[in-house]
């Protein structure tokens, strides 16, 4: 009876699926796949820092940071495209009609889904971005000077042999865990220490070990009394902790900093290329259709390219061609990813009129409600 229960529940499962949209469809297996990764970090959780798996997964990070910092932009490129996949696989007539969600304004963001203020926002930087460090990419790839770069990376390949992949591993282990933090760091330390208590208690010395030992233990006694007895003690320590949590956090304060500076600069392009007001009042309509226009151009650019210097190539015209690749991977990123995408936001604007506003009456007050907010601000006294 249980297994004809379960035959039904499956089958009625089954219909369900058959009758989503493509788009529920995607956004199914998107909340299957977040639900999948919060279920891994919960046993990840609950295991032992000393469990295979973790010890594993620390390692497998260590090298996951370093490959991420050597690859940033493509790591970066790699995230932003699929955050676009993202975008434009939501496209059912109904959510296209809404408003664009966002946390900033208080909206609850799908499992496995994405902010998309936060992301239009970050595509004109991502463009420009991609295109800077693309270019740069583009010189080093297409230059005399990086040749033998290449040819080692290209002999790593051809002549790879697992064997010496893992003694190179090994090998880098050895130089950071043995001979960096072992041999450099605690065995000098021990030796220090040990080297000291000899010279104290060794060549005839009586009153310089007895001094030191004395001044030592009262030092000590008298710190116990001060953190034992004084009222203000916790707030010495609470002191104590924050100078050193100051010192090993400083590296994310840097980060911090520079997250900062780089969403304010994100928010300054953006308002340049779609404008805080068609964000915040217009449908999601108009921003795919602007992503796909946008998205096609980019790539009849990137095959121009590529078409191009095949042919001349092929032709044996003289071409300088270490420069066409950076040129036209800048004018992608740049002129593509800011002029154009913003000139896209206003041409489509200007054409469409009020068509893709949600709220037409709010639309028309923007401005205004805008004045007075600034008016008030001015009018508030400085302290």
């Known amino acids: 009876m249980a297994e004809s229960e379960k035959t039904v529940q499956n089958k009625e499962a089954g219909d369900q699926e058959e009758n989503l949209t493509r788009s529920q469809k995607r956004a199914k297996r998107q909340e299957k796949r977040a639900d999948r990764r919060e279920a891994r970090e919960e046993r990840r959780k609950n295991r032992k820092w000393w469990h295979i798996l973790s010890i594993l997964r620390g390692i497998w990070l260590f090298f996951l940071w370093f490959f991420k910092i050597l690859y940033i932009p493509f790591v970066y490129a790699f995230w932003k495209i699929r955050d676009t996949f993202k975008f434009l696989g939501r496209n059912d007539p109904k959510e296209l009609d809404n408003d664009l969600i966002s946390e900033e304004d208080g909206d609850e963001i799908p499992k496995g889904y994405l902010d998309e203020k936060g992301f239009l926002r970050s595509l004109p930087m991502f463009y420009f971005i991609a295109g800077t460090l693309g270019g740069v990419l583009a010189v080093f790839l297409v230059f005399d000077f990086m040749e033998p770069v290449w040819n080692a990376i290209s002999d790593f390949f051809i002549y790879f042999d697992w064997s010496t992949f893992w003694s190179d591993v090994r090998d880098v282990l050895e130089l950071i865990f043995v001979k960096g933090i072992w041999e450099e760091v605690i065995v000098k330390a021990a030796l220090w220490i040990g080297n000291g208590i000899v010279w104290l208690f060794t060549g005839g010395r009586f009153w310089i070990p007895l001094t030191v030992l004395i001044v030592l233990g009262v030092v000590i006694i008298i710190l116990a009394v001060i953190f034992s007895e004084v009222e203000f003690s916790g707030k010495i320590i609470q002191k104590i902790k924050a100078f050193f949590k100051a010192i090993f956090t400083f590296p994310k304060v840097i980060f911090r900093w520079i997250k900062k500076a780089y969403l304010w600069i994100q928010l300054m392009i953006s308002r340049f290329t779609f404008g805080e007001k068609k964000l915040k009042h217009f449908q999601k309509r108009f921003f795919y259709r602007v992503v796909i226009y946008s998205s096609v151009i980019t790539l009849w650019i990137i095959v121009s390219v ?55 009456e709010a639309y028309n007050k923007y401005d205004e409600e805008k004045k007075k907010a600034k008016l008030e601000k001015k009018k508030k006294p400085t302290t």
Do not use: A, C, R
């Open 306 to 360: 590529f078409v191009t210097v095949l042919v001349t190539e092929l032709q044996d015209v003289d071409v300088w061609h270490q420069l066409v690749y950076p040129i036209g991977v800048v004018v992608i990123g740049i002129v593509n990813g800011v002029l154009l995408l913003s000139f896209l936001s206003w041409f489509v604007g200007i054409l469409s009129g009020e068509k893709y506003v949600v709220d037409v």
